[in-house]
């Protein structure tokens, strides 16, 4: 099993950055492939990013690519989510969750359903 911990959210202007954190508990942090989803008010909650267990590949929602940068440090076991250009629909609460069977790509690993761990969700507030 795997315990996930978000932290690093909070409130940051149009054009402000912030970085996600997600410490993940457990010895196999190593074999499981990371993703952040965010959900905000009345709305499904919708894939952002996900990364391979070696960080060898990634993937991003249109809407993020070239703003947002996900990462991992098998080390410390955790991943992060690196968000610049920040704008005001990027307000949502964000979740890191885990899984070992996500085949990453736009087609294969996008659902929240084919993920098993979540953690508790982070708030991220973007002020115009």
């Known amino acids: 099993q795997v315990q996930l911990v978000e932290s690093g959210g909070g409130l940051v202007q149009a054009g402000g950055s912030l970085r996600l954190s997600c410490a993940a508990s457990?010895?196999?942090?190593?074999?499981?492939?990371m993703g952040w989803f965010r959900q905000a008010p009345g709305k499904e909650r919708e894939f952002v990013a996900a990364i391979s267990w070696s960080g060898g590949s990634t993937d991003y929602v249109d809407s993020v690519k070239g703003r947002f940068t996900i990462s991992r440090d098998n080390a410390k076991s955790t991943v992060y989510l690196q968000m610049n250009s920040l704008k005001p629909e990027d307000t949502a609460v964000y979740y890191c969750?885990?899984?070992?069977?996500?085949?990453?790509?736009?087609?294969?690993?996008?659902?929240?359903?084919?993920?098993?761990?979540w953690g508790q969700g982070i708030q991220v507030t973007v002020s115009s």
């Open positions: 969750a885990a899984d070992r069977g996500v085949v990453i790509g736009p087609r294969t690993g996008r659902s929240p359903r084919l993920y098993d761990y």
């Open positions: 457990g010895r196999t942090f190593s074999r499981y492939v």
